[in-house]
Nanobody
């Protein structure tokens, strides 16, 4: 069973930057090598941000509208997934949630394809 714990959220002014972390722990089936960040604003559907294969493949995919401001990276030794967010806007305000799933989950990056989820961390941009 995989556990995911996010941290790094908080309040930030528009134009500012934040880096989120997601620590992965627990028994890991090596096939669960896709990890990603999603976000959900109140009343809105869960939105994909970016996904990455944490195995030797290393493929990274971003939602087009967020590419350029958001950067995904993974520390394979420490099992930590990072999301660097820059030039933040009020519309980026949301709960940011880390997820893990089978390597095939990275093909489309859809929320329904991910089995394991963290509790989320709130980011508020004003």
């Amino acid at each position: 069973h995989v556990q995911l714990v996010e941290s790094g959220g908080g309040s930030v002014q528009a134009g500012g930057s934040v880096t989120l972390s997601c620590v992965r722990s627990g028994y890991g089936d090596s096939r669960n090598s896709c990890m990603g960040w999603f976000r959900q604003a109140p009343g809105a559907e869960r939105e994909g941000i970016a996904v990455i294969r944490s195995d030797s493949d290393g493929t990274t995919r971003y939602t087009d509208s967020l590419k350029g401001r958001f950067t995904l990276s993974v520390d394979k030794e420490k099992n930590i997934l990072y999301l660097q967010m820059g030039d933040l806007k009020p519309e980026d305000t949301a709960t940011y949630i880390c997820a893990a799933g089978l390597w095939t989950s990275c093909r489309g990056g859809y929320p329904g394809d991910f089995r394991f989820w963290g509790q989320g961390t709130q980011v508020t941009v004003s």
